[in-house]
């Protein structure tokens, strides 16, 4: 006897409780991505930053190293000056609520162009 499936299946025609595993499930593999994106857009970013100090200013591997140490402590603080423990981190509006801090900073520091 050959099975037969109608129809395609769709979130709204699951049963509840499948709908629920499925949502977040789904939410689940899309914060694996995002996770992905951003080590991927971060190595990019270091690497052009690297190339960069290297051609611009004769960087060796120490100063380099130095230089992407005190960015993750940077950027570590700002992270965690940017929620409160009790909120729920909101992803974008994360970045752009670290963003807003950072660019305040620089233009404390007269250093915004």
Known sequence: MKARIGGRT??????????????????HLAEERWAEIQSDVS????CTMAL????VYG???ARIQRVIDAMS????GY??????PSEKREGTKDLK???????????KRGLFV
């Open 59 to 61: 960087f060796g591997t």
């Open 10 to 27: 769709t979130l709204e025609s699951l049963p509840a409780g499948l709908r629920g595993a499925a949502e977040k499930s789904a939410q």
């Open 73 to 76: 402590e940077i950027a570590i």
């Open 52 to 55: 960069a100090l290297n051609d």
């Open 43 to 46: 190595r990019r970013f270091l």
């Open 97 to 107: 609520r670290m963003a807003d801090i950072m660019q305040e900073e620089m233009e």
């Open 79 to 84: 992270s965690d000056d940017s929620y409160t």
